[in-house]
């Protein structure tokens, strides 16, 4: 089984008993505001349930449960992408409101990438942040993602239009 841990966090596969605490976790305006309508608004333990069976299904294991001092407290992935996009990924990720302002997401981030880089031979990582998330930008900034562009009113949320922007960060040896 693949573990990731720095000694504080910890990224581990999903298990089944993560059901009922994902859901918890994950039916929260303020997370779901921040993320793509994919993911479901409220969100029930059978969401949780079908998303728990897709990752433990991902081969070779792409997404991961986080850990800090021993509880589960939020998701993150990479999505491999395809065609001549295939040594590129898309990281996404959510933390849990109680665990906001605590260094977590950055050393989260961090792992995920360098077991990116290193197993999944992958050369990219990149993802979108709306322009009001400015928690997510300043965690990406944190682990050496670049701001590559900005996407302007490529977005809508709850109805309301705004900007995307664009960060990467790029394998060390590329």
Not at 100 to 121: N, T
Not at 139 to 161: D, H, M, P, Q, T
């Amino acid at each position: 089984m693949i573990r990731l841990t720095d000694g504080t966090v910890t990224l581990r596969p999903f298990r089944p008993e993560d059901k009922e605490r994902l859901a918890e976790l994950a039916n929260n305006e303020r997370i779901s505001i921040n993320l793509r309508d994919g993911f479901p608004s409220p969100y029930t333990t059978d969401d949780a349930g079908r998303f728990i069976e897709m990752a433990m299904a991902t081969v070779p294991v792409q997404l991961f449960a986080i850990e800090y001092q021993g509880e589960y407290v939020g998701n993150i992935g990479l999505h491999k992408r395809n065609d001549v996009y295939r040594l590129s990924a898309e990281i996404g990720y959510f933390l849990g409101e109680a665990y906001w302002h605590k260094g977590i997401m950055p050393r989260a981030v961090k792992l995920i990438c360098d077991y990116g880089f290193r197993e999944l031979d992958i050369i990219r990582i990149d993802t979108g942040v709306f322009e009001y998330n400015t928690a997510s930008q300043r965690v990406l900034e944190k682990c050496g993602f670049v701001k590559e562009a900005v996407f302007k009113n490529s977005v809508i949320k709850k109805g309301k239009i705004c900007d995307e922007i664009r960060y990467a960060l790029i394998r060390a040896d590329k």
